[in-house]
């Protein structure tokens, strides 16, 4: 098998995984996973696509620019640029975008503070963080509807190989060095989100 099909098959199975859990509504989400440095090159979702879907159309190689690296009908996802800057400005492979109803509530009530810090809670150690006191803190950034104006005010928290952004009233987009970080990242967040909305919930009773 050559990179490119490797690549591809393990892009394919994580589709597959985050459509399980139902997280695709309404042709939502994107997917990219780094086929070579040196000129980048990186398989990206189609645009628009039902993700819950497997088919051979799901996804293009494009290139540092977000352009298709080879002639194709297919439209990279709207929100490529998003994963172009990820590969440029870390070691990442692989980077997921989900929208959920949990990041979306919490994205907005956080909103205003820029920020959404956890702190002694036990899954907290998914991103790295073990110390007893450690803060896990996920930035919130505006939802430009220009994605290159979302892609600068993104790139700004790109200074760690892995990690997580929320995009307010959008969605996660997390990267990792490889589909397993990504998802350990991403099912990590999802599960924080969940707990703290369940905790506003009753707190605000
Ligand atoms: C209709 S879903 C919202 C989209 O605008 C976008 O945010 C998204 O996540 C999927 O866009 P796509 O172009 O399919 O990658
Ligand atoms: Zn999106």
Not at 44 to 51: H, N
Not at 60 to 80: C, F, I, R
Not at 89 to 115: F, M, P, Q, W
Request: glycine share 6%; charged share 25%.
């Amino acid at each position: 098998m050559t990179v490119f099909q490797e690549r591809w098959q393990e892009l394919a199975d994580i589709k597959d995984e985050l459509a399980l859990r139902d997280w695709f509504m309404g042709t939502s989400g994107n997917l990219a996973i780094k086929v070579q440095d040196a000129p980048l090159e990186f398989l990206v979702t189609a645009s628009g696509k039902d993700k819950r879907k497997r088919t051979s159309e799901d996804f293009l190689l494009v290139d540092a620019a977000g352009k298709a690296v080879e002639e194709t009908p297919l439209k990279p996802s709207a929100e490529t640029l998003l994963h172009c800057a990820i590969y440029q400005k870390t070691a990442a492979g692989c980077s997921l975008h989900i929208h959920t109803v949990a990041n979306n509530v919490i994205s907005e009530i956080y909103g205003d503070r820029g920020k959404i810090d956890f702190k002694g809670l036990e899954l907290i150690k998914a991103f790295g963080l073990w110390e007893e006191d450690a803060v896990l803190t996920i930035p919130i950034i505006p939802n430009h509807a220009h994605i290159p104006d979302l892609t600068e005010e993104f790139r700004k928290y790109l200074s760690a190989d892995s990690g997580a952004v929320l995009i307010r009233n959008h969605g996660i987009t997390v990267w990792g060095k490889d589909p397993f970080e990504a998802k350990k990242l991403l099912e990590a967040s999802e599960f924080l989100f969940q707990y703290q909305l369940a905790l506003y919930q009753i707190q605000s009773h």
